[in-house]
């Protein structure tokens, strides 16, 4: 993880988010005492535990970017989960604690990128290497086959043997040759024809080596031997509320003394051949152990875990129906965020040092409904302000890989120049901003339900387009989109 600062996260998050300055604030202070806690003595630090968040703010104003973009920033395995997925056991739904078996598999994941970037060049070699091989097979220009150093070819004299029966070396294989006439020896001519052929046969591989450096041969076919990653699996349905068992049918087959991984002969151009190699030798080259242990450390210290609708398991007041399991999944929940071990194929997993942020609209039900564990273990709480319509056109051109920059790129591929005036871009944002006053807020989200209906037709024309320029002003927004408040069959069709 960097050493950022505050301000430096802060500074971080406004390049991708709008507003919300608070809680950035909250979230940049919850990864610095990440840093902080690294330095404190083992005794003391195994006693510092998260400040968990919880957001509150309707929809589609940057609740999930913000944890998204904290995990990116702390280079930190992050998982993003819905509330409402999870189920109390006994009831239709997911386990709580396969959140943390799924937050362990990101972290491998993670783990294995970041360890195949280091040994990335030397896999490349050895990728090189296997397709040479397989080019010089095909070609009829592969090296000699080597004995080894255990036989001695001096043994083969004809002392050893009969002076009728002599050994003659052909095709990589020595065989005798009937009759007691001698082998003929090499003449100079002999000589020069061979040392001729060598030099045509190494000047050959030199040349298959370099169109292959210079990828000038990706779409030629070979034969060539990778690994089978058809591994079957055995899967067992676990009890009602959990998750299904797969068994490994590789792991099986070692225990039975059948292991090793399968090749087989495939036919594939250098180009496929080449990514699946460089995975394999990626593979080989890394230890597992290593990853797996790593990415345990990872998840423990440094895990993320992004809890979207948790409003959504607050019960009703009617004990019965639908509704019955909401208070168990809050507990359930309440015994993952307050600390526990959970087993996973990696091994055991503590969630003490996990940073759960949690997350909801709380539209039709406050925090306080929550059971009062579970609030405790929130003890950070930021409401998340409603967009204004300033804040939607700022949303269209600050954020780093905006919206208006999106498009402006997808449609300079078809060599049309679209480009937005500053009235067109605050036409846009009030358009946008009526729309979710009128109908259903859905927040920043609207801006991309705007913007495609504004620029359908130039899309689906863009192909005859090629060479044109393409102003987007206020009129041609207007013209299009008419103004949203008064305009009832533009709401209809934008919600």
């Not at 970017?65 to 990116?72: F, K, N, T, V």
């Not at 997925?85 to 396969?98: A, P």
């Not at 397989?134 to 001695?152: C, H, M, N, R, V």
Request: glycine letters at 6%; a negative charge.
């Amino acid at each position: 993880m960097e050493e950022l600062t505050p301000e430096e996260i802060v500074a971080r998050l406004d390049q991708h988010i709008v507003g919300q300055e608070k809680a950035k604030r909250k979230v940049a202070v919850a990864l610095r005492n990440r840093w902080r806690r690294r330095r404190l003595p083992p005794e003391l630090a195994a006693e510092v535990y998260p400040k968990n968040i919880l957001l509150i703010g309707p929809t589609g104003v940057g609740k999930t970017e913000i944890a998204r973009r904290l995990a990116g920033l702390a280079n930190a395995p992050f998982l993003k989960v819905e509330a409402s997925k999870f189920s109390e056991v006994g009831y239709h739904g997911r386990d709580v604690e396969t959140m943390i078996r799924d937050l362990v598999e990101v972290a491998v994941r993670l783990v294995q990128q970041e360890k195949a970037v280091a040994i990335q060049e030397e896999a490349r070699e050895r990728t090189h290497k296997r397709i040479l091989d397989a080019i010089y097979q095909k070609e009829g220009l592969s090296e000699p086959e080597d004995f080894g150093t255990d036989l001695d070819l001096s043994d083969l004299s004809s002392s050893h043997f009969p002076e009728e029966v002599q050994f003659v070396h052909d095709g990589g294989l020595w065989r005798p040759m009937a009759g007691a006439e001698k082998p003929p020896e090499e003449g100079p001519e002999d000589a020069d024809s061979s040392l001729e052929y060598d030099q045509e046969r190494e000047a050959a591989r030199q040349d298959w080596k370099r169109r292959l450096e210079s990828l000038e041969i990706e779409d030629t076919t070979i034969e060539i031997e990778v690994k089978d990653r058809s591994n079957p699996t055995l899967s067992i349905m676990g009890p009602a509320g959990q998750e299904a068992m797969g068994i490994d049918g590789q792991a099986l087959q070692k225990l039975w003394g059948r292991g090793g991984p399968n090749y087989r002969e495939r036919k594939l151009t250098i180009a496929e051949a080449r990514k699946l190699i460089q995975e394999e030798e990626a593979e080989a080259l890394v230890d597992p152990e290593e990853v797996q242990q790593e990415a345990i450390r990872r998840v423990e210290n440094d895990g993320i875990l992004f809890i979207d609708e948790i409003d959504k398991v607050i019960g009703t007041k009617n004990p019965s129906g639908p509704d019955v399991s909401r208070e168990g999944v809050q507990r359930d929940l309440l015994t993952v965020v307050e600390g526990c071990t959970v087993y996973t194929r990696y091994g055991f997993i503590k969630t003490d040092h996990i940073l759960f942020i949690a997350a909801g609209a709380f539209h039709f039900n406050k925090p306080s409904e929550l059971i009062p564990e579970l609030q405790g273990r929130f003890p950070v709480r930021v409401a998340l302000r409603d967009l204004a319509e300033e804040d939607f056109a700022r949303i269209l051109v600050e954020p780093k890989n905006s919206l208006i920059h999106q498009y402006t790129a997808l449609l300079a591929t078809e060599g049309v120049k679209l480009s937005f005036t500053k009235g067109g871009i605050q036409k846009l944002a009030q358009v946008a901003f009526k729309a979710n006053r009128t109908t259903q807020n859905i927040g920043a989200r609207r801006l991309m339900t705007t913007l495609e209906l504004l620029l359908e037709t130039i899309s689906f024309e863009a192909p005859n387009l090629k060479g044109k320029e393409i102003q987007v002003d206020e009129n041609m927004v207007e013209e299009r989109l008419g103004d949203a408040a008064d305009d009832p069959d533009l709401i209809k069709y934008m919600i």
